[in-house]
C-alpha cells in the first residue's frame, strides 16, 4: 500500500509539472513600450531601428515614426526586457530610451 502511495504522489508532481510546462507560454504577458529614439535624421533610420529591435528575441511588433522619433515596441515580457530592446537600437547607432511602459496607457495614447 506504501508503494501504490507513493507512486501515486509521484505521477500527480510529474503531471502537475507537465501541465505548468504546457500552461507556461499561455502565462506570458505581452507589454509594450515606448521609446524615444536619438540620431534618426533620414527616412532610412526608422527601417534600421525597426529591425535592430525586431532581432531581439521576444519581440512581436514594432512601430516606428520618424517625426515623432519614437518607437513602440510589442514584447513578450518572459523573453526581454525594455531595457534588452533599446539596447539592440542604440548598438546600431540609435540611442533608445524608454518612455513608457504601461500598456494600458500606450494603447490609449495612440
Not at 41 to 60: H, N, Q
Request: with cysteine; net charge neutral; glycine share 4%.
Amino acid at each position: 500500500m506504501t508503494k501504490w502511495i507513493a507512486k501515486m504522489a509521484q505521477t500527480l508532481v510529474l503531471a502537475g509539472l507537465l501541465i505548468g510546462l504546457a500552461l507556461a507560454p499561455a502565462l506570458a504577458k505581452e507589454r509594450k513600450a515606448r521609446f524615444a529614439i536619438a540620431n534618426m535624421t533620414c527616412a532610412s533610420c526608422p527601417v534600421i531601428v525597426k529591425r535592430a529591435m525586431e532581432s531581439v528575441d521576444g519581440v512581436m511588433a514594432v512601430s516606428v515614426s520618424y517625426e515623432e522619433k519614437e518607437a513602440v515596441v510589442t514584447y513578450d515580457d518572459t523573453r526581454t526586457s525594455p531595457e534588452a530592446i533599446a539596447e539592440a537600437s542604440t548598438k546600431h547607432g540609435y540611442p533608445a530610451r524608454v518612455v513608457e511602459d504601461n500598456p494600458s496607457q500606450i494603447d490609449k495614447n495612440q
